[in-house]
Nanobody, 125 residues
């Protein structure tokens, strides 16, 4: 399964960006779609996640609650991250991560845990 992320860039503090990540492959089911980020000199952290199912349950890091919104388009196997009121400390490389099941043959499937390449988000003062 390949992930293609887009939407990063340079934005002024207080501005907004929308990230997208599309998963491609012979996907049977997606269990969860996540956005992580890694700032220079820091560990990668989970920013937001959304599970499968009707509506999908969401979770956010405390640092982004009420500013970021994760959503998905199940028909397109795509996850989005709407980022509003961006702060300098949101500067990082953002990675999408998708876990689920993929078909490997007519009668077989296996789980997958795929990562996108990362997209740079830079918030300037």
């Amino acid at each position: 399964v390949q992930l293609q992320a887009s939407g990063g860039g340079l934005v002024q503090a207080g501005g907004s960006l929308r990230l997208s990540c599309a998963a491609s492959g012979d996907i049977l089911d997606i269990n969860v779609m996540n956005w992580y980020r890694q700032a220079p000199g820091k560990q990668r952290e989970l920013v937001a996640s959304i599970t499968s199912g009707s509506g999908g349950s969401t979770n956010y890091a405390d640092s982004v609650k009420d500013r970021f919104t994760i959503s998905r388009d199940s028909a397109k196997n795509t996850v989005y991250l709407q980022m509003n009121s961006l702060k300098l400390e949101d500067t990082a490389v953002y990675y999408c991560n998708v876990r689920g099941w993929v078909r490997v043959s007519q009668n077989a499937q296996r789980n997958f845990d795929s990562w996108g390449r990362g997209t740079q988000v830079t918030v300037a003062s």
